[in-house]
C-alpha cells in the first residue's frame, strides 16, 4: 500500500469517525412535530414550550394536540414514528402507564415503545371537602375507622391515579371509604359543592376557583412535595407516613431508540424552556408543579409507578375492560 492510499484511508476514517457529531450538531434541520395528550392548562403550557423551544432550536416546534381514546391515538403515532427527533410526544401518566392496567390490548408498551426525555412537571391532585365537612384529613381518616364506608369520596372514575391515592390511604391507615366514579371531574366538583358527596379526589387546576371563592375546603395535595400556592395546605404523605404520589406527571418522549446524543440535545432544551419565569409562572396558575428531571430519572419514576399501579390494582381487584 503506497502513500497516497493511506492517506485517502486515513482521511475516510476520520470523516467517518465525524460524521455523527456533525449530524448531531446539523439536528434540527426541518421542524419538529410534537404529539399532546394534554388538555386545558397543561395544552396551554406544551404552546409556550414549543414557542421557547423554536426560538432556541431554530426550527418550528409544532404542536398537535392528540386527546383520542384518552391520549392512545397520539401515544401510538409516536411509537411508530421514525427515531430521528422530529416526531415528540407530550404525554402523562394516565395515557402512558393508568390506561395499560384499565384497557385491554393498549397498543403500546411504555418501556419498549418509548425514549424517555424529560419529567417536565406533575399536576397537583388534591382531597377536597365542602365548607361542612371534616376539617382536616385526618378527621376524614378518623371517620373513616369509626364509621366504615360511610364516607363518600367522588373521583373521575374507577382505576384513576385519585382513586388508587384513596386506596392506598385506606391500606396505610384501615380507614374504609365509599368511591364514587364520575366520568368527568366536573361532575365530582358540582356534587362536592353542594354536599351529595362527603369529599373528592381531583386535580386542582378545575377545583381551585371554588375553593377560593370558600365553596370548597382543600384538606390535602398528593403530591411529593406542598404546592407553592397554597403552602399552608398538607401533602397526604405528611398525614399518612408511607403514602407514594400517584402518577400525575407530564412530560416528553421519543419513540423507541432515539440515539443518545439527540435524547440529551432534547432534554437539556426542554430543561431551560421549562425554567424560563414565563414558563413556570404559567405552570403555577395552572396548577403544576414544576419538576425538570432527565431521562434516567424519568425512567425510574415511571418504572416505580408501574410497580405501584401493578400492585394496588390487583388489590383493589381491577380487571381491565
Same mark, same amino acid.
Given at each position: 500500500m503506497n502513500y497516497s492510499t493511506v492517506l485517502a484511508a486515513s482521511i475516510g476514517a476520520a470523516v467517518l469517525i465525524h460524521l455523527p457529531q456533525a449530524a448531531a450538531q446539523a439536528y434540527p434541520s426541518k421542524y419538529i412535530r410534537v404529539i399532546t395528550t394534554y388538555s386545558g392548562g397543561a395544552e396551554t403550557i406544551a404552546r409556550l414550550i414549543g414557542n421557547k423551544m423554536a426560538e432556541? &432550536?431554530? +426550527? $418550528? !416546534?409544532?404542536?398537535?394536540?392528540?386527546? @383520542?381514546?384518552?391520549?392512545?391515538?397520539g401515544a401510538l403515532t409516536v411509537a411508530k414514528a421514525a427515531p430521528d427527533g422530529y416526531t415528540l410526544l407530550a404525554s402523562t401518566g394516565a395515557t402512558q402507564i393508568i390506561r395499560g392496567f384499565l384497557v385491554k390490548d393498549v397498543p403500546y408498551d411504555p418501556f419498549r415503545d418509548f425514549t424517555p426525555i424529560t419529567h417536565a412537571f406533575d399536576a397537583v391532585g388534591v382531597v377536597a371537602t365542602h365548607p361542612g365537612g371534616l376539617s382536616s384529613l385526618r378527621d376524614m381518616i378518623e371517620f373513616g375507622k369509626r364509621f366504615p364506608g360511610k364516607l363518600s369520596y367522588g373521583t373521575t372514575g374507577l382505576g384513576s391515579a385519585y382513586h388508587m391515592a384513596a386506596e392506598q390511604i385506606q391500606q396505610l391507615t384501615g380507614a374504609q371509604f365509599l368511591h364514587v366514579p364520575y366520568k368527568a371531574g366536573t361532575q365530582s366538583i358540582t356534587d362536592l359543592v353542594a354536599a351529595r358527596v362527603d369529599t373528592a379526589i381531583m386535580v386542582i387546576a378545575s377545583s381551585r376557583p371554588f375553593a377560593e371563592s370558600g365553596k370548597l375546603r382543600f384538606l390535602a395535595t398528593l403530591n411529593s412535595n406542598r404546592f407553592a400556592a397554597f403552602p399552608d395546605l398538607p401533602t397526604v404523605a405528611e398525614v399518612v407516613p408511607g403514602f407514594r404520589p400517584v402518577p400525575l406527571w407530564g412530560g416528553y418522549f421519543g419513540p423507541a431508540k432515539l440515539p443518545e446524543n439527540l435524547v440529551q440535545r432534547l432534554h437539556g432544551e426542554f430543561a431551560n424552556a421549562i425554567r424560563q419565569p414565563d414558563v413556570t409562572a404559567q405552570m403555577e *396558575?395552572?396548577?403544576? &408543579?414544576?419538576?425538570? =428531571? @432527565? $431521562? @434516567?430519572? !424519568?425512567? =425510574?419514576?415511571?418504572?416505580?409507578?408501574?410497580? +405501584?399501579? *401493578?400492585r394496588l390494582v390487583k388489590t383493589v381487584g381491577i380487571l381491565p375492560e
Open positions: 432556541r &432550536m431554530g +426550527q $418550528p !416546534f409544532v404542536i398537535e394536540a392528540t386527546t @383520542g381514546a384518552n391520549g392512545s391515538i *396558575r395552572a396548577g403544576l &408543579m414544576l419538576v425538570v =428531571a @432527565g $431521562p @434516567g430519572a !424519568f425512567a =425510574a419514576t415511571i418504572k416505580d409507578d408501574v410497580e +405501584q399501579l *401493578r
